[in-house]
Protein backbone atom coordinates (compact mmCIF):
# COMPACT_ATOMS: atom_id res chain seq x y z
CA UNK A 1 0.00 0.00 0.00
CA UNK A 2 1.62 3.24 -1.11
CA UNK A 3 2.64 5.24 1.92
CA UNK A 4 3.77 9.00 2.66
CA UNK A 5 7.72 9.02 3.46
CA UNK A 6 10.10 11.51 5.48
CA UNK A 7 13.28 11.47 6.00
CA UNK A 8 15.98 11.79 8.57
CA UNK A 9 13.42 10.02 11.07
CA UNK A 10 15.66 12.46 13.41
CA UNK A 11 17.43 15.53 13.05
CA UNK A 12 19.42 17.51 15.49
CA UNK A 13 20.84 21.02 14.91
CA UNK A 14 21.96 23.77 16.83
CA UNK A 15 20.23 26.91 17.31
CA UNK A 16 20.37 29.24 14.36
CA UNK A 17 21.40 26.50 11.76
CA UNK A 18 19.17 25.56 8.54
CA UNK A 19 16.85 22.48 8.34
CA UNK A 20 15.20 20.90 5.48
CA UNK A 21 13.04 18.58 6.68
CA UNK A 22 12.14 16.03 3.54
CA UNK A 23 8.79 14.22 2.59
CA UNK A 24 7.94 11.85 -0.64
CA UNK A 25 4.10 12.31 -0.74
CA UNK A 26 2.07 9.14 -2.21
CA UNK A 27 2.35 9.38 -6.13
CA UNK A 28 -1.03 10.53 -7.28
CA UNK A 29 -1.43 12.54 -4.47
CA UNK A 30 -2.08 16.89 -5.27
CA UNK A 31 -2.20 18.08 -2.07
CA UNK A 32 0.46 18.72 0.47
CA UNK A 33 1.29 19.37 4.62
CA UNK A 34 3.35 20.14 7.12
CA UNK A 35 1.91 19.47 10.51
CA UNK A 36 3.87 20.05 13.84
CA UNK A 37 3.67 18.35 17.17
CA UNK A 38 5.25 19.41 20.57
CA UNK A 39 5.87 16.68 22.58
CA UNK A 40 2.79 16.46 24.73
CA UNK A 41 0.86 18.79 23.02
CA UNK A 42 -2.03 18.26 19.83
CA UNK A 43 -0.49 18.17 16.43
CA UNK A 44 -0.79 21.56 14.56
CA UNK A 45 -1.52 22.71 10.91
CA UNK A 46 1.71 24.64 9.67
CA UNK A 47 1.11 24.83 6.08
CA UNK A 48 -0.66 23.58 2.99
CA UNK A 49 0.45 23.40 -0.67
CA UNK A 50 -1.25 22.52 -3.66
CA UNK A 51 -0.61 23.74 -7.17
CA UNK A 52 3.20 24.65 -6.55
CA UNK A 53 2.28 27.38 -4.18
CA UNK A 54 0.71 27.80 -0.68
CA UNK A 55 -2.73 27.44 0.09
CA UNK A 56 -2.93 28.69 4.05
CA UNK A 57 -0.49 29.19 6.53
CA UNK A 58 -0.61 28.96 10.18
CA UNK A 59 0.28 32.00 12.20
CA UNK A 60 3.47 29.41 13.62
CA UNK A 61 4.54 29.41 9.78
CA UNK A 62 6.03 32.57 9.43
CA UNK A 63 9.01 34.20 7.43
CA UNK A 64 11.59 31.49 8.91
CA UNK A 65 9.84 28.95 6.99
CA UNK A 66 9.11 27.85 3.38
CA UNK A 67 8.08 24.97 1.60
CA UNK A 68 9.02 23.41 -1.81
CA UNK A 69 8.65 20.79 -4.47
CA UNK A 70 11.66 20.52 -6.26
CA UNK A 71 10.58 17.77 -8.42
CA UNK A 72 7.99 15.32 -9.30
CA UNK A 73 8.41 13.63 -6.11
CA UNK A 74 9.84 15.62 -3.35
CA UNK A 75 8.36 17.75 -0.63
CA UNK A 76 10.72 19.87 1.59
CA UNK A 77 9.63 22.10 4.79
CA UNK A 78 12.97 24.78 5.46
CA UNK A 79 13.04 26.29 8.50
CA UNK A 80 15.80 28.80 8.11
CA UNK A 81 17.64 29.38 11.30
CA UNK A 82 15.91 27.14 13.82
CA UNK A 83 15.13 28.51 17.17
CA UNK A 84 15.10 25.80 20.70
CA UNK A 85 11.07 26.18 20.37
CA UNK A 86 11.02 24.62 16.69
CA UNK A 87 11.69 20.97 18.72
CA UNK A 88 8.78 19.24 17.74
CA UNK A 89 8.14 15.76 15.66
CA UNK A 90 7.04 17.20 11.63
CA UNK A 91 4.69 15.32 10.14
CA UNK A 92 3.99 15.59 6.42
CA UNK A 93 0.63 14.57 5.37
CA UNK A 94 -0.64 14.32 1.29
CA UNK A 95 -4.35 13.71 -0.21
CA UNK A 96 -6.23 13.24 -3.19
CA UNK A 97 -8.61 15.91 -4.25
CA UNK A 98 -11.47 14.58 -2.30
CA UNK A 99 -9.57 12.04 -0.53
CA UNK A 100 -8.58 12.18 3.54
CA UNK A 101 -5.10 12.91 4.54
CA UNK A 102 -2.44 10.23 4.74
CA UNK A 103 0.75 11.30 7.12
CA UNK A 104 4.13 10.35 7.08
CA UNK A 105 5.78 8.49 10.08
CA UNK A 106 7.40 11.91 10.68
CA UNK A 107 10.53 13.77 11.44
CA UNK A 108 11.94 14.84 15.08
CA UNK A 109 14.06 17.54 14.95
CA UNK A 110 15.71 18.47 18.18
CA UNK A 111 17.55 22.00 18.23
CA UNK A 112 20.06 22.76 20.77
CA UNK B 1 -10.69 29.91 16.58
CA UNK B 2 -11.95 26.25 15.57
CA UNK B 3 -11.25 24.17 18.86
CA UNK B 4 -12.01 20.03 19.51
CA UNK B 5 -12.00 19.00 22.94
CA UNK B 6 -11.62 15.34 23.32
CA UNK B 7 -12.99 13.28 26.49
CA UNK B 8 -11.67 11.47 28.04
CA UNK B 9 -7.63 12.54 28.00
CA UNK B 10 -7.24 9.03 29.57
CA UNK B 11 -8.88 5.94 29.85
CA UNK B 12 -7.55 2.70 31.32
CA UNK B 13 -10.06 -0.18 31.21
CA UNK B 14 -9.93 -4.42 31.30
CA UNK B 15 -10.22 -6.56 28.40
CA UNK B 16 -13.78 -7.08 26.97
CA UNK B 17 -15.27 -3.61 28.83
CA UNK B 18 -16.51 -0.87 26.11
CA UNK B 19 -16.15 2.81 25.62
CA UNK B 20 -16.67 5.56 24.12
CA UNK B 21 -14.18 8.79 23.38
CA UNK B 22 -16.17 12.13 22.16
CA UNK B 23 -14.90 14.37 20.00
CA UNK B 24 -16.70 18.09 20.48
CA UNK B 25 -16.95 21.25 18.97
CA UNK B 26 -18.53 24.42 18.96
CA UNK B 27 -17.73 25.01 15.12
CA UNK B 28 -19.02 23.05 12.18
CA UNK B 29 -16.60 20.92 10.37
CA UNK B 30 -16.95 19.51 6.54
CA UNK B 31 -15.49 16.32 7.67
CA UNK B 32 -13.81 14.71 10.45
CA UNK B 33 -11.22 11.98 11.06
CA UNK B 34 -10.30 9.58 13.41
CA UNK B 35 -7.19 8.86 13.74
CA UNK B 36 -4.73 6.36 16.08
CA UNK B 37 -0.94 7.42 17.02
CA UNK B 38 1.56 5.17 18.21
CA UNK B 39 4.57 7.19 20.30
CA UNK B 40 7.01 8.56 18.19
CA UNK B 41 5.20 7.71 14.82
CA UNK B 42 2.17 9.67 12.72
CA UNK B 43 -1.30 9.78 12.85
CA UNK B 44 -2.70 6.74 10.99
CA UNK B 45 -6.08 7.12 9.56
CA UNK B 46 -8.88 5.02 10.23
CA UNK B 47 -11.90 6.43 9.25
CA UNK B 48 -13.58 9.65 7.64
CA UNK B 49 -16.79 10.90 8.65
CA UNK B 50 -18.85 13.77 6.44
CA UNK B 51 -22.45 13.78 6.67
CA UNK B 52 -23.87 14.54 9.49
CA UNK B 53 -25.65 11.21 11.73
CA UNK B 54 -23.32 9.80 9.79
CA UNK B 55 -22.48 6.03 11.61
CA UNK B 56 -19.55 3.99 10.28
CA UNK B 57 -18.18 0.73 11.47
CA UNK B 58 -14.75 -0.88 11.58
CA UNK B 59 -14.88 -4.29 13.09
CA UNK B 60 -15.48 -3.52 16.67
CA UNK B 61 -15.26 0.32 16.27
CA UNK B 62 -17.92 2.67 15.76
CA UNK B 63 -17.75 6.41 14.94
CA UNK B 64 -20.58 8.58 14.96
CA UNK B 65 -20.80 11.92 13.31
CA UNK B 66 -23.23 14.28 14.68
CA UNK B 67 -26.70 15.53 13.01
CA UNK B 68 -24.89 19.25 13.20
CA UNK B 69 -21.53 18.18 12.21
CA UNK B 70 -19.88 19.84 15.30
CA UNK B 71 -19.27 16.68 17.19
CA UNK B 72 -18.60 12.80 16.85
CA UNK B 73 -17.82 9.70 18.87
CA UNK B 74 -15.66 6.92 19.15
CA UNK B 75 -17.33 3.49 20.35
CA UNK B 76 -15.05 0.44 21.17
CA UNK B 77 -16.76 -2.96 21.99
CA UNK B 78 -14.91 -5.51 23.46
CA UNK B 79 -11.27 -3.81 23.84
CA UNK B 80 -8.28 -5.35 23.53
CA UNK B 81 -5.02 -5.29 24.55
CA UNK B 82 -4.31 -4.08 21.08
CA UNK B 83 -6.38 -1.16 21.17
CA UNK B 84 -4.14 0.73 23.52
CA UNK B 85 -3.14 4.35 21.90
CA UNK B 86 -3.49 8.05 21.20
CA UNK B 87 -6.79 8.16 19.64
CA UNK B 88 -7.26 11.79 17.57
CA UNK B 89 -9.82 13.32 16.32
CA UNK B 90 -9.41 15.81 13.20
CA UNK B 91 -12.03 17.92 11.54
CA UNK B 92 -11.41 19.59 8.29
CA UNK B 93 -12.42 23.02 8.54
CA UNK B 94 -12.45 24.28 4.91
CA UNK B 95 -15.42 24.10 2.61
CA UNK B 96 -12.87 24.49 -0.49
CA UNK B 97 -10.96 21.60 -1.55
CA UNK B 98 -7.90 24.03 -1.06
CA UNK B 99 -8.85 25.21 2.35
CA UNK B 100 -9.24 22.34 4.32
CA UNK B 101 -6.50 21.97 7.04
CA UNK B 102 -7.14 19.32 9.95
CA UNK B 103 -7.78 20.56 13.38
CA UNK B 104 -6.93 18.15 15.97
CA UNK B 105 -8.61 17.63 19.12
CA UNK B 106 -6.50 16.64 22.55
CA UNK B 107 -6.24 13.17 22.06
CA UNK B 108 -7.89 10.51 24.22
CA UNK B 109 -5.23 7.91 25.30
CA UNK B 110 -6.47 4.50 25.72
CA UNK B 111 -5.09 1.49 27.95
CA UNK B 112 -6.19 -1.62 27.72
CA UNK B 113 -5.38 -4.09 30.24
CA UNK B 114 -4.96 -7.79 29.68
Known amino acids: EPEVTQTPSHQVTQMGQEVILRCVPI?????FYWYRQILGQKVEFLVS????????KSEIFDDQFSVERPDGSNFTLKIRSTKLEDSAMYFCASRVITGEQYFGPGTRLTVT | TQLLEQSPQFLSIQEGENLTVYCNSSSVFSSLQWYRQEPGEGPVLLVT?????EVKKLKRLTFQFGDARKDSSLHITAAQPGDTGLYLCAGASGWSYNTDKLIFGTGTRLQVFP
Open chain 1, 27 to 31: SNHLY
Open chain 2, 49 to 53: VVTGG
Open chain 1, 49 to 56: FYNNEISE
